[in-house]
């Protein structure tokens, strides 16, 4: 049977790590199996204790300490020995075959937009690990408020669309704050992005990258592959939302080993006339 895994990806502050123990809450409250595997090698305490964790291998302080590394150089060192000792990752993840993973990532978003790093583990988790993955991509839903920001964000997940290559999922988180600063057309506007947006671009930014504001608009368009789905990770209705199109991206249910049948209850002569 595969595995079933989803990474977890956004820009710092984005409210990655709220997801993930939004989503664990609910997988649980469902019935079903989760663990959290934490990728970030300066990843705070969570509310659930992670059942993988890189700070086991290798933590961006200790790194920072004796190497004097900075916090970004810091981040690549940890995750070039993390490539290099990918025989951990193996046998931490071990036997988890019918239990739902989550690859929490760190948010320095270079990682999967331009460094091949989680490309090189993306493609040992599904090849040598037989793992059905997919990637979340969160934005923050304020970013909408502010236009240059959210296609700067836009650009990003675009990025880690192409790079990663595994079936993609795009979400605006925190939407409960902005429920009160647009209305719901303008925030359905933001979730299905096209060129009709370059007139608020144009509207937030000086006159000289009006040209550059189009070509960004029409490079969206033209993808045309960018949707988001709202998050609001206080509200089991919209967790769930969001899981059952995980599930579909990593075909969850048809991973899972078939159930047997439960024995016919069977009545006797009396229990049956009772009935009747």
Known sequence: MSRVGVLVLGPAGVGKS???????????????????????????????EFTIDIRDLISLEDVMEEMSFGPNGGLIYCFEFL?????????????????????????????YTHVPVLPTIVKHLTHQLSFNLCATYLLEAPFAIDPPKFFSGVMSAMSAM???????????????LIKDEMSQREIKSFLNPDA??????????????????????NLVDDFGMLQFLPLDSGSPDSVSTILSYIDDLTQWAEAQEPKEPKDEVELNDDEFEESE
């Open 162 to 176: 192409i790079l990663l290559e595994l079936p993609h999922l795009n979400i605006l988180s925190k939407m409960d």
């Open 18 to 48: 709220t997801f993930c123990t939004a989503l664990i809450n609910h997988i649980h409250t469902i019935g079903r199996r989760a663990h959290i595997v934490n990728l970030d090698p300066a990843a705070e305490p969570n509310e659930h």
């Open 196 to 217: 009709s947006l370059v007139a608020k671009l144009d509207n937030s930014t000086n006159e000289k990258f009006y040209l550059l504001n189009h070509a960004i608009m």
């Open 83 to 111: 490539l290099n000792h990918l025989e951990w990752l193996d046998e931490e993840i071990g036997d988890y075959e019918d239990e739902f993973l989550l690859f929490d990532c760190p948010g320095q978003i270079e990682l």
